[in-house]
T-cell receptor, first 115, second 110 residues
Framework: DGGITQSPKYLFRKEGQNVTLSCEQNLNHDAMYWYRQDPGQGLRLIYYSQIVNDFQKGDIAEGYSVSREKKESFPLTVTSAQKNPTAFYLCASSIGTRVYGNTIYFGEGSWLTVV | DAKTTQPPSMDCAEGRAANLPCNHS???????VYWYRQIHSQGPQYIIHGLKNNETNEMASLIITEDRKSSTLILPHATLRDTAVYYCIARSNTGNQFYFGTGTSLTVIP
């Protein structure tokens, strides 16, 4: 099946630890995104990438890092510098960020809880 | 990208049409209107999008007013599985992201 796969679905992290969330897509999309969602809130953009080996900060990039070494993969690392990391994390992709009328598609999300 | 305004919540009887409004009074000529929905603890699901003309697909219909300042998403025969948060987004091709507000929480009642 074509789509976006996020793993793990649920993750627990101790304070002070870094954790990496995986995102893989087989849609041959150039652009990929990471959003964060807190309970009862909308989605906020963390990072996005328009092409391999390039990525840009979104609205809430502090405490997060990403890489884009392959077109199909866009992992997100939540570092110990992120003060409130407990949230629902969503990965998404689209054909391109500046394609007229293009659509963004989402993975199923990953729940991160700091214990 | 234009700001959109949606009612925070709505109810709809099962089997009836659900009409979800969205106001985007500052929309510009090159901004599409997109609708997504999110069921609790899942990723948002694309529903439909349009620029000027009304659009219909297997999930829903999108009615955009002639002045493009508002739109309505229509689920023709709502089922319990349509209970979700529905997001209306206005986005241009020069934007780098999709802005999701808090949407409308639709509850389909048996």
């Amino acid at each position: 099946d074509g789509g976006i796969t996020q793993s793990p679905k649920y993750l627990f992290r101790k304070e002070g630890q870094n954790v990496t969330l995986s995102c893989e897509q087989n849609l041959n999309h150039d652009a990929m995104y990471w959003y964060r969602q807190d309970p009862g809130q909308g989605l906020r953009l963390i990072y996005y990438s328009q092409i391999v080996n390039d990525f840009q900060k979104g609205d809430i990039a502090e405490g997060y890092s990403v890489s884009r070494e392959k077109k199909e993969s866009f992992p997100l690392t939540v570092t110990s510098a992120q003060k409130n990391p407990t949230a629902f994390y969503l990965c998404a992709s689209s054909i391109g960020t500046r394609v007229y009328g293009n659509t963004i598609y989402f993975g199923e999300g990953s729940w991160l809880t700091v214990v | 990208d234009a700001k959109t305004t949606q009612p925070p919540s709505m109810d709809c009887a099962e089997g009836r049409a659900a009409n979800l409004p969205c106001n985007h009074s500052t929309i510009s000529g090159n901004e599409y209107v997109y609708w997504y929905r999110q069921i609790h603890s899942q990723g948002p699901q694309y529903i439909i999008h349009g620029l000027k003309n009304n659009e219909t697909n297997e999930m829903a219909s999108l009615i955009i007013t002639e002045d493009r300042k508002s739109s309505t998403l229509i689920l023709p025969h709502a089922t319990l599985r349509d209970t979700a948060v529905y997001y209306c987004i206005a986005r241009s091709n020069t934007g780098n992201q999709f802005y999701f507000g808090t949407g409308t929480s639709l509850t389909v009642i048996p």
